[in-house]
């Protein structure tokens, strides 16, 4: 049995304060909205409740964020592409970022089983004044369980159309790609963190954002495998390699943190379930 699972999520400005609406279809469900940050800010967490992908499921997730508001995303877990022959299986999200909204979109890591057929993709469409937060981060197996990925493919896609484009197949068969200096020289774990900008970022708060992203890469374990950069006057992006999920995930909240008080004035406030 596939599943086939849809969600609506709708972020509006009523009132200075933030408001999710949602429709789903299948399993697929938004948690109760939270206000840690206060009114302007809304919390929600994304939960799929068979936690995982076999071929032929898909999640397709579609996202508005209204004028003026400002939601954050993110999930209770990973989500784990297993290992199956039925096909290929699909996570999507496409979203819409109206001008001066902000949208954070903070999943846990996509987990690529061995054996597995996956795509993970994500486009986001940013209006003039809209402003966003996205991290990407894949894990390649289950390394510390022994279960290396040695078999199967993961596709990824990430996507801010007429900007910014990127597009990979991670063959568990190609030994260059997975082992090479020029390809993932071993690592099993990839992340990307991105801010982006519906209108060209002004040259002064990019600097900043690039300058603070690289005093805590020196600071971090990973600074010979991670790097910020600014591909697109609209675009910041930080990348990483590690062997495992967790330095990875550590490194990307850091930068999370610092940039939101660098690009937004805000704090690092972190989602309850981070805490757990």
Same mark, same amino acid.
Do not use: K
């Given at each position: 049995m596939t599943w086939l699972a849809r969600? +609506?999520? +709708?972020?509006?400005? %009523? /009132?200075?304060r933030s408001v999710a609406r949602y429709l789903? !279809?299948?399993?697929?469900?938004?948690? !109760?909205?939270?206000?840690?940050?206060?009114? @302007?800010?809304?919390?929600?967490?994304?939960?799929h409740p068979p936690s995982g992908l076999v071929g032929g499921d898909t999640l397709d997730?579609?996202?508005?964020? =209204?004028?003026?508001?400002? =939601?954050?995303? &993110?999930?209770?877990? /990973?989500?784990?592409f297993y290992r199956s022959d039925a096909g290929l299986a699909k996570q999507q999200v496409h979203a819409r970022v109206e001008a001066d909204a902000r949208l %954070?979109?903070?999943?846990? %890591?996509?987990? $690529?089983? #061995?054996?597995?057929?996956g795509l993970n993709r994500a486009i986001f469409e940013l209006a003039p004044g809209a402003e966003m937060m996205t991290w990407d981060i894949t894990a390649l197996g289950l390394p510390a369980a022994d *279960?290396?990925?040695? !078999?199967?493919?993961f596709r990824q896609h990430?996507?801010?159309? =007429?900007?910014?484009?990127?597009? =990979?197949?991670?063959?568990?068969? +190609? $030994?260059?790609?997975? #082992?090479?200096p020029l390809g993932?020289?071993? !690592?099993?774990?990839?992340?990307? *963190?991105?801010?982006a900008a519906g209108s060209a970022i002004a040259p002064e708060r990019s600097e900043r954002a690039l300058s603070c992203a690289r005093e805590l890469l020196e $600071?971090?374990?990973?600074?010979?495998?991670?790097? @910020? &950069?600014?591909?697109h006057k609209q675009v910041i992006v930080l990348r990483v390699l590690s062997p495992v999920t967790e330095p990875a995930m550590q490194l990307l909240r850091q930068v999370w943190a610092a940039w939101r008080h660098e690009m937004w004035g805000m704090s690092g406030t972190v989602p309850r379930l981070w805490n757990l």
């Open positions: 969600l +609506d999520l +709708d972020y509006t400005l %009523e /009132a200075d789903h !279809q299948g399993p697929l469900r938004i948690l !109760q909205s939270l206000y840690p940050e206060g009114d @302007a800010i809304c919390h929600n967490v994304l939960v997730m579609h996202v508005t964020v =209204g004028p003026g508001a400002h =939601g954050l995303v &993110t999930t209770p877990g /990973a989500t784990r %954070e979109w903070l999943p846990l %890591e996509a987990i $690529a089983y #061995n054996g597995c057929d *279960l290396p990925f040695v !078999q199967g493919t990430l996507e801010i159309p =007429g900007v910014w484009l990127e597009r =990979g197949t991670l063959s568990a068969s +190609d $030994a260059h790609l997975m #082992n090479s993932l020289a071993g !690592q099993r774990c990839m992340a990307t *963190l991105v801010f $600071a971090s374990e990973l600074r010979l495998t991670a790097g @910020a &950069t600014s591909p």
